[in-house]
């Protein structure tokens, strides 16, 4: 089974709102990464939290990091139509060479 | 500066049949990780080539294969193709397993 769940599946707001999603997994990381995904083509890197960081700042994104209770949560705040894609995380599970994924929330901004 | 370039973008085979899809790295990159994405779920971690070896390899059958060329490129081959393998494979660049880029990926279709 897939290291990462993303919660909630879906997710619709209207511009100018703030999404938030939240991914769980399941054993140790080293660092936990989030990517966007637009209409089922490649992965955009947005952001990377490392296993002794809390929280994480990019523009308009905010990453936390909760080791103790395996989860971690991205904030997009003021969102815009273009932000609308799926969103993945993605942790290493204990520093190996592979990602492990989630299965994603797909955003929807309504303009 | 290109990015990882993935070819073709799009492809339809035939159960049974046998399929070879291309990835170059980005420039200065020299590991090449494969993903395997079915639609509406997060990528699956193939398998990596470093130095023109497999480095580590997820959790897919002998039928999928790959080889890694001394430009770093790399290619992905699927024997025997089912209708499962059905999907959007993603290649990933990084040098030295460090900052990872992916490509827009392959559309496999089987028929």
Redesign the interface.
Known sequence: S?Q?EEDPQALSIQEGENATMNCSYKTSINNLQW?RQNS??????LILIRSNEREKHSGRLRVTLDTSKKSSSLLITASRAADTASY?C?TDAGG?????????TSLTVIP | DAGVTQSPTHLIKTRGQQVTLRCSPKSGHDTVSWYQQALGQGPQFIFQYYEEEERQRGNFPDRFSGHQFPNYSSELNVNALLLGDSALYLCASSLLRIGYTFGSGTRLTVV
């Open positions: 897939q990462g990517y089922g083509r490649g992965l955009v890197h993945f993605a190996g060479n592979q990602f492990y994924f989630g299965t994603g």
